[in-house]
């Protein structure tokens, strides 16, 4: 068996306790919080709800990843074979 990697888009769902608003948006402009991961390392009492809207995942090119890659092929023992860049 082969593996194919797609890198996509999706939206995550982080709930957050009210309280907390302000502290997550100055968070979020100063650079500290930027994706899911930060925001559950950064404030205390969220919940990872998970990806919110399976429909709302796209394909990803390499030049909307920054001239990276966006599929990888891997062989039976894991050694990446190609990708699309």
Same mark, same amino acid.
């Given at each position: 068996?082969?593996?194919?990697?797609?890198?996509?888009?999706?939206?995550?769902?982080?709930?957050?306790?009210?309280?907390?608003?302000?502290? *997550? !948006? #100055? &968070?979020?402009?100063?650079?500290?919080?930027? @994706?899911? $991961?930060?925001?559950?390392? *950064? !404030? #205390? &009492?969220?919940?990872?709800?998970?990806?919110? @809207?399976? $429909?709302?995942?796209?394909?990803?090119?390499?030049?909307?990843?920054?001239?990276?890659?966006?599929?990888?092929?891997?062989?039976?023992?894991?050694?990446?074979?190609?990708?699309?860049?």
């Amino acid at each position: 068996m082969i593996n194919v990697d797609f890198k996509i888009t999706t939206w995550e769902r982080v709930s957050v306790p009210a309280e907390k608003m302000d502290e *997550v !948006i #100055e &968070g979020i402009k100063n650079g500290t919080i930027s @994706d899911s $991961s930060d925001l559950l390392n *950064v !404030i #205390e &009492g969220c919940l990872f709800e998970g990806v919110i @809207d399976d $429909s709302s995942s796209e394909q990803m090119s390499p030049d909307e990843n920054g001239g990276m890659d966006t599929i990888d092929v891997s062989n039976e023992d894991g050694k990446l074979v190609f990708i699309n860049t």
